[in-house]
């Protein structure tokens, strides 16, 4: 059986190592940070975080890959009284996307996804707010990032995935990565398994690496850049709004959104979207702004708001779009010796980089690197 190491424990690393073990494939996940951790560096914990397909029509991939955790969401939200979705941390919530411009056809490209949401329909003139020109609606999906990647880590750990927290060296190249995350894999065994297993050769069949941002040093990617997101955690001391999710896309590109958080009584505030930016520290002038376009959002005056958080999180972005895709790294100096002193190439797939839309990407992109690490190793999905 094929043994994986999955480098990262955000939504990509956990989802992805959980797609691999349905499919039969052993995987130990290696990473700096793990859920329950709070850094500037772990994207995922600070994510809005809901399904809305930024997707065009002609990216196809990506739309299937939007299409496949919108599925999959939806389905956890039906099945046995939506009991998994609460497992999970997801809400099955109306959505409403207010626009600057005019309501484009239904066979607009950009309105691509209309056939495959549920309840997709165009609001009214009175569903509107009078800064908006036009609006859609569907049934959306909210997500609690905190519940849904320790839903994803217990899933990894009962389909027995093994978790080690550990840094990997940044900036002395892939390769010394690598052999950092088999010594770390090598160690835990070690620990787990007594000391008989501490000669134990590390069979590493590949690596997926699911870094997020820390790609941009870990195998010095340059293309990666950060897209600063701010938002605000509220509670409404008294009648709170019904609970839909309410977006707005002005002409100059801000986007302002409230999201009622699944499990809580808490809203998430937001955003702003700045690209480049690598300060995590909450600007508090910012956040003020942010609370006076979501309290006008919901047509509301500040009584009974309680600002219960302020946060900062920042997506990986990457010019050219996600990466996907599988290196072979040479490992032949001082690399992972097979004994005999022939050089040894380890198969590396890449998956980082999905900026705004890494929990509605996960699913569909942790497939694509199931087929591509079967590719690679010459097994396929059933025979791993
Ligand atoms: C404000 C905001 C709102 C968002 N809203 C949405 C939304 O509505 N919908 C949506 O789909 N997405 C949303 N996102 C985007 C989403 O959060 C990200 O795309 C996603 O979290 C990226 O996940 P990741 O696993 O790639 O990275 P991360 O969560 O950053 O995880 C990276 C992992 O790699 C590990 N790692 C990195 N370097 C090393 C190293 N050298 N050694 C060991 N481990 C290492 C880290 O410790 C961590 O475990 C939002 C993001 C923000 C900030």
Same mark, same amino acid.
């Given at each position: &059986? ?19 073990? #349905? ?17 500037? &560096? ?45 497992? &999970? ?20 490209? =950009? ?54 927290? *550990? ?8 390769? #010394? ?8 894999? =090598? ?82 505030? *937001? ?71 022939? =050089?040894?190439? &380890? ?38």
């Amino acid at each position: &059986m094929a043994y994986i190491v999955v480098i990262g424990a955000g939504v990509i690393g956990l989802q992805t190592a959980l797609t691999l073990l #349905e499919a039969g494939y052993k995987v130990s996940i290696v990473a700096k940070y793990l859920p329950g951790d709070e850094a500037g &560096m772990y994207t995922s914990p600070w994510a809005g975080a809901i399904w809305r397909t930024h997707a065009t029509a002609e990216q196809k991939e990506t739309c299937e890959w939007d299409l496949a955790s919108y599925a999959e969401w939806i389905k956890a939200t039906e099945e046995d009284g939506g009991v998994e979705g609460v497992r &999970m941390g997801i809400e099955r919530r109306q959505i409403r996307v207010y626009s600057s411009k005019p309501t484009p056809s239904l066979d607009s490209p =950009s309105l691509w996804f209309a056939p495959h949401v549920q309840s997709f329909r165009t609001l009214a003139a009175d569903e509107i707010p009078t800064a908006a020109k036009s609006g859609i609606a569907y049934d959306g999906i909210a997500v609690n990032p905190l519940k849904y990647l320790a839903y994803l880590l217990r899933r990894v750990k009962e389909l027995g995935g093994y978790v080690i927290q *550990g840094e990997l060296p940044v900036g002395a190249g892939l390769a #010394e990565a690598v052999r950092t995350a088999a010594q770390l894999v =090598s160690a835990e065994r070690k620990g787990r398994r007594g000391e008989e297993a501490a000669n134990e050769a590390v069979d590493i069949d590949a690596i997926v690496n699911c870094t997020g941002l820390g790609a941009a040093t870990l195998c010095n990617d340059e293309a990666l850049f950060p897209i600063r997101g701010q938002t605000l955690l509220v509670r409404f001391a008294a009648s709170p709004p019904p609970k839909r999710i309410l977006l707005s896309e002005s002409e100059d590109g801000a986007v302002t959104y409230v999201i009622p958080r699944p499990g809580t009584d808490l809203w998430v505030f *937001g955003g702003t979207k700045t690209k480049g930016v690598w300060d995590v520290e909450v600007n508090e002038r910012i956040g003020e702004q942010i609370l006076d376009r979501c309290l006008g959002l919901l047509g509301r005056e500040g009584e009974g708001v309680e600002v219960l958080g302020k946060q900062v999180g920042l997506r990986p972005g990457r010019e050219g779009g996600v990466r996907v895709e599988v290196e072979v790294v040479d490992l032949s100096v001082g690399g992972l010796g097979d004994g005999e002193g022939k =050089s040894k190439g &380890m198969v590396v797939v890449h998956q980082y980089g999905h900026a705004g839309a890494g929990y509605q990407n996960a699913v569909g992109s942790a497939r694509k690197v199931l087929g591509l690490l079967g590719e690679a190793l010459g097994t396929s999905t059933k025979a791993v």
